[in-house]
Antibody, heavy 119, light 107 residues
Framework: EVQLVESGGGLVQPGGSLTLSCAAS????????MHWVRQVPGKGLVWVSR????????NYADAVKGRFTISRDNAKNTVYLEMNSLRVEDTAVYYC????????????WGQGTLVTVSS | DIQMTQSPSSLSASVGDRVTITCRAS??????LSWYQQEPGKAPKLLIY???SVQSGVPSRFSGSGSGTDFTLTINGLQPEDFGTYYC?????????FGQGTKVEVK
């Protein structure tokens, strides 16, 4: 069974940093692109970042470019999102998403981890 | 970025009803369109990918159609477990974008 388990969320002050982790199991992690998508509670879904299966390619939404870094450790079956210079508007539930092998979309999502940026 | 616009924003329906939700892209996305269902407090669940392919394990009452800029999700015979918010999503571009959501409620 495919499982994605996020961790690392919490309360942080504006300007602070946080690193999210997503532990994957039940599939060949090193063969899949992985994405992060966020959702302000009660609002819609917003794509944040993606990383290629071997880690060689990364992309970011304009809103987080230069502040967030996505990375992965295929030996540990884990993808990370390092978030720096956090802003109040980064407050959201962050989901780790596996990109389907047969389509360009997300076929499995983690349960999400809440990041709250507030003073 | 490609903008995705869903309609309606919300609807009320009864068990057994046929429900249709539409999604329009700001430019052609071929068939790179997915539909998700999200229940309160849970992660989105993939229902339809490539506009009309039903994800494994998803009931056959769910179907999708369309290509280019206009797409439709249909639920034939709404069930109690189908209530929630539905999102369309394009994967044509590097940065996925989602519709604003359609909340399906009990009439």
């Amino acid at each position: 069974e495919v499982q994605l388990v996020e961790s690392g969320g919490g309360l942080v002050q504006p300007g602070g940093s946080l690193t999210l982790s997503c532990a994957a199991s039940g599939f060949s992690f090193s063969s899949y692109w992985m994405h992060w998508v966020r959702q302000v509670p009660g609002k819609g879904l917003v794509w944040v970042s993606r990383i290629k299966s071997d880690g060689s390619t990364t992309n970011y939404a304009d809103a987080v470019k230069g502040r967030f870094t996505i990375s992965r450790d295929n030996a540990k079956n884990t993808v990370y999102l390092e978030m720096n210079s956090l802003r109040v508007e980064d407050t959201a539930v962050y989901y780790c998403v596996r990109r389907s092998a047969v389509a360009g979309t997300g076929d499995h999502w983690g349960q999400g981890t809440l990041v709250t940026v507030s003073s | 970025d490609i903008q995705m616009t869903q309609s309606p924003s919300s609807l009320s329906a009864s068990v057994g009803d046929r429900v249709t939700i539409t999604c329009r892209a700001s430019e052609s996305i071929s068939n790179y369109l997915s539909w998700y269902q999200q229940e309160p407090g849970k992660a989105p669940k993939l229902l339809i990918y490539d506009a009309s392919s039903v994800q494994s394990g998803v009931p056959s009452r769910f179907s999708g159609s369309g290509s280019g800029t206009d797409f439709t999700l249909t639920i034939n015979g709404l069930q109690p477990e189908d209530f929630g918010t539905y999102y369309c999503q394009q994967s044509y571009s590097i940065s996925w974008t989602f519709g604003q959501g359609t909340k399906v409620e009990v009439k």
